[in-house]
């Protein structure tokens, strides 16, 4: 599942975190945020047109790999495979999450910030977490205290990234890409700025993983 997950992100250095709040933004803010070259993005169910916008997103944008995020129990990880999510996102872990997850072929990347969290990942066979929220738990000095002891695990750190810190993170060698809210800001999306929303995408892109 981890080697599933990282082909499907192929790459791309930032996951933007999106909160939709009116349905229509959905498939022009998915185009946009593709045309930047940010085709992996997660659509968080933090609002009430969530997976009606999934849905939308896996139907009418081909070029975008429409992901679930903010999943906090097995009937909302359902709900979001059924809606066509590629992946899911949680902001912790949970047995319930895990257990959804090892019936589904739908990937999980589940949030973990202690050794002991990061272990029970591991132990479900799991290398690749989201390590939320990253700046409010040690952020970069708490990612590189873990890359010795849990060598074999890397992350995607996620919670007040920015452009001024993302490049920071992803020079560690255990972070494979970061997510953040940052490249789709709610009053661009509520202005329906997408050629704005494009260039913050574009400049994320181009970061080095
Ligand atoms: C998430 O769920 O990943 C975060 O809420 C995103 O955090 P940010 O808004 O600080 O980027």
């Avoid at 992996?40 to 009430?48: K, Q």
């Avoid at 047109?49 to 139907?59: C, F």
């Amino acid at each position: 599942k981890t080697e599933k997950l990282l082909s499907l992100l192929n790459g791309q250095p930032v996951i933007p975190v999106l909160k939709i709040v009116n349905v229509a933004d959905a498939v022009p803010l998915a185009r946009a945020l593709s045309r930047g070259g940010l085709r992996a993005i997660e659509i968080t169910l933090r609002t009430a047109d969530a997976l009606e916008a999934i849905r939308r997103v896996a139907a009418e944008v081909e070029e975008a790999l429409v992901g679930a995020g903010t999943i906090l129990d097995a009937k909302q990880f359902d709900e979001a495979a059924r809606a066509g999510s590629k992946f899911i996102v949680s902001p912790g872990i949970t047995r319930e999450l895990l257990d959804a997850a090892k019936d589904s072929p739908v990937p999980l990347l589940p949030g973990a910030i202690t050794p002991g969290e990061i272990m029970a990942a591991r132990e479900a066979g799991l290398r690749f977490l989201k390590f939320f929220p990253a700046e409010q738990s040690g952020g970069i000095a708490s990612l590189k205290a873990f890359a010795s002891p849990l060598a074999d695990v890397k992350f995607c750190p996620t919670g007040g990234i920015t452009a001024r810190n993302a490049a920071d993170y992803l020079n560690l060698p255990n972070v494979i890409c970061v997510g953040g809210s940052w490249v789709a800001p709610d009053d661009l999306i509520k202005a329906g700025k997408w050629d704005e929303i494009e260039a913050l995408a574009r400049e994320a892109s181009k970061l080095k993983t």
